[in-house]
């Protein structure tokens, strides 16, 4: 067991040292247990304490403080990615946001962290706009044998600052629209003198669509009509480094405290995936706050067929 477990290590970082532009260069993993269990297309949505890391400019519309974390696995727990939330509303001010990342592999030879502060402020009613700084780290263990024997390394660690830009428009209650612009900055974070590795731009666009309108008219029944009334659905398309994805997904309260969801992604380029999405929350009413705790599971096919992602998040609303 533990020379199989050293061989997966060793994989392991052959792949990172040599397609650093898919792995290193802080992959769109997403964060969150919810959106997660919607497929991936929050754009639109972006109303909870995960809003900054899919569109700034839903920080424009969230009036309570929240506050967040989210533990996730990736490839049957080799990979790991633990992240901290706060969204602070301040009235006419607007919203700011802070979120830390920390990505790491089982092997703990490299790490990837990301700080992010972030601000929201509705234009007018209809249209938010948001913003987000960002500061990208990554470091390698450079008492490693592997890191330290290879001239690959100038350096064992990096950093660099970009920033994003958001939108929500919102034509009218049932409908959302969103797109978002991330990276817009060129940022470096190679760590080889004869190598530049920047991470990638990354473009959101989307529709979320509150399905309570499409209940009152709906001739279907009232349990029908009771359902529809506290679902959504949403749908995505995101392209990066070349590669588009499309997602989408649906959101139920079966009541105030239960929540389910389900979604699926497709990406077409170099990565061939598709995933199926799951996902549920339980709200818990604690005084005059509401703990959420949400779960997200997903299922890749195609070219990473049968690896699996799992989430864990609680959302605290004050």
Not at 73 to 95: A, D, E
Request: proline share 3%.
């Amino acid at each position: 067991m533990t020379k199989i477990r050293l061989r997966c290590y060793y994989i392991l970082f052959i792949f990172l040292l040599f397609t650093p532009s898919v792995y290193a260069a802080f992959d769109d993993i997403g964060v969150g247990a919810r959106p997660l269990g919607l497929g991936g297309a929050f754009v639109a949505l972006a109303d909870d304490s995960n809003a900054a890391n899919y569109n700034a400019g839903g920080l424009a519309y969230i009036k309570e403080i929240q506050i967040g974390a989210t533990h996730a696995q990736r490839f049957s727990g080799l990979i790991t990615y633990n992240t901290i939330s706060g969204i602070l509303p301040l009235g006419r001010v607007g919203t700011f946001g802070a979120n830390i990342g920390i990505l790491a592999e089982d092997s703990q030879i490299y790490q990837e962290q990301t700080l992010r502060f972030s601000y929201g402020n509705t234009l007018f009613k209809q249209l938010g706009l948001g913003i987000n700084l960002k500061l990208f780290g990554t470091t390698f263990d450079e008492a490693n044998e592997f890191v330290a024997e290879n001239p690959y390394f100038a350096n064992t660690s990096s950093s660099a600052l970009s920033f994003d830009l958001g939108v929500i428009v919102k034509p009218f209650n049932s409908l959302s629209i969103g797109v978002s612009v991330e990276n817009i900055l060129p940022a470096d974070i190679s760590i080889s003198e004869n190598q530049t590795d920047s991470v990638p731009q990354n473009i959101r666009a989307g529709l979320a669509y509150n399905l309570a309108s499409i209940a009152e008219m709906s001739a279907q029944g009232e349990a029908i009509s009771n359902i529809l009334k506290a679902a959504l659905g949403t749908i995505e398309v995101a392209a990066r480094n070349g590669e588009i994805s499309t997602r989408a997904g649906v959101e139920i309260w079966l009541n105030k405290a239960i929540g389910i969801r389900g979604g699926y992604g497709m990406n077409s380029g170099g990565n061939s995936a598709t995933t199926l999405n799951l996902g549920g929350s339980a709200k818990i009413p604690i005084s005059s706050t509401a703990l959420q705790l949400d779960y997200g599971f997903q299922f890749l096919t195609g070219d990473l067929q049968d690896n699996t992602t799992q989430r864990f998040s609680v959302n605290i609303l004050f």
